[in-house]
């Protein structure tokens, strides 16, 4: 089993920037990717970004240029910096992992973007 813990979430006014991180532990094989999906109220989950155990990174286009996902593969953690946030951001954003051909995921954190 894996558990996956989401910190980094809050209200933030339109322009302003957020951190999220998602700590990893329990049976993790050496070569997983991680990312976030968000889902925003009355609306399907969707990626906002990945990234392999390698680097390789992918983001929503709605996201390229604004948000950075990066990992410490020693912590097993991975952050996501959110800048220039907008409203259209607001969202629970959950994080995840893919390890071993199961996918795990953490328990979401909100994400509000208003003046």
């Known amino acids: 089993q894996v558990q996956l813990v989401e910190s980094g979430g809050g209200l933030v006014q339109p322009g302003g920037s957020l951190r999220l991180s998602c700590a990893a532990s329990g049976s993790i094989f050496s070569n997983y990717a991680m990312g976030w999906y968000r889902q925003a109220p009355g609306k399907e989950r969707k990626l906002v970004t990945a990234?392999?155990?390698?680097?390789?990174?992918n983001y929503a286009n709605s996201v390229k240029g604004r948000f950075t996902i990066s990992r410490d593969n020693a912590k097993n953690t991975v952050y996501l910096q959110m800048n220039s946030l907008k409203p259209e951001d607001t969202a629970v954003y959950y994080c995840y992992i893919f390890s071993g051909g199961v996918q795990y995921w953490g328990k979401g954190t909100q994400v509000t973007v208003s003046s």
């Open positions: 990234i392999t155990s390698g680097g390789n990174t």
